[in-house]
């Protein structure tokens, strides 16, 4: 239902399909191996959720808070995540291939080993985020801010990086 208050639900290994959680409250939820498989949880609330081993593939996470959230191992293949505010999460060795992240927030966020083949990226803030060991393949960086990030052993070829934030002065 959209808007529903879940806070603090555990709705692990939950399957959720389809479902329309639009501006609902799942703050420190519990959705560990969840089935969230093309949910709609824009404007929602998941801070300090934790997904891992979530799928969330063709789920829509737009202008979702997501900050400090557990995403490692989770899928996000497809997932549209336009100006989700990432900041602090973690999603190492998380899918993220084809998902639309452009103008998300993404500071300070561990993106390790992470999978972002073919991802948009647009106008994103990677501001001191953890991109060691990712796999940027053809991913699109266009205005992404990379300042002060990791990038130690990231795969970027390919990768569109025309007017990349690398330094702020």
Avoid at 23 to 29: G, I, P, R, V
Avoid at 55 to 81: P, V
Avoid at 132 to 148: C, E, Q, T
């Amino acid at each position: 239902n959209p808007g529903a208050d879940l806070t603090d639900a555990d709705l692990t290994d939950a399957d959720l399909t389809d479902a329309d959680l639009s501006d609902a409250n799942l703050f420190c939820a519990k959705l560990i191996g969840a089935d969230l498989h093309n949910v709609n949880l824009s404007y929602s609330n998941l801070s300090y959720a934790s997904l891992s081993k979530a799928n969330l593939s063709g789920a829509n996470l737009s202008c979702a808070d997501l900050h400090d959230a557990e995403l490692s191992d989770a899928s996000l293949f497809k997932a549209y995540l336009h100006c989700a505010n990432l900041s602090h999460a973690s999603l190492f060795k998380a899918d993220l291939r084809y998902a639309n992240l452009t103008g998300a927030i993404l500071f300070k966020a561990d993106l390790s080993n992470a999978d972002l083949y073919c991802a948009n990226l647009i106008c994103s803030n990677l501001y001191y985020s953890d991109l060691s060991g990712a796999f940027l393949s053809k991913a699109n960086l266009i205005y992404a801010d990379l300042s002060y990030a990791n990038l130690v052993k990231a795969n970027l070829y390919g990768a569109d990086l025309f007017k990349v934030y690398l330094f702020r002065s």
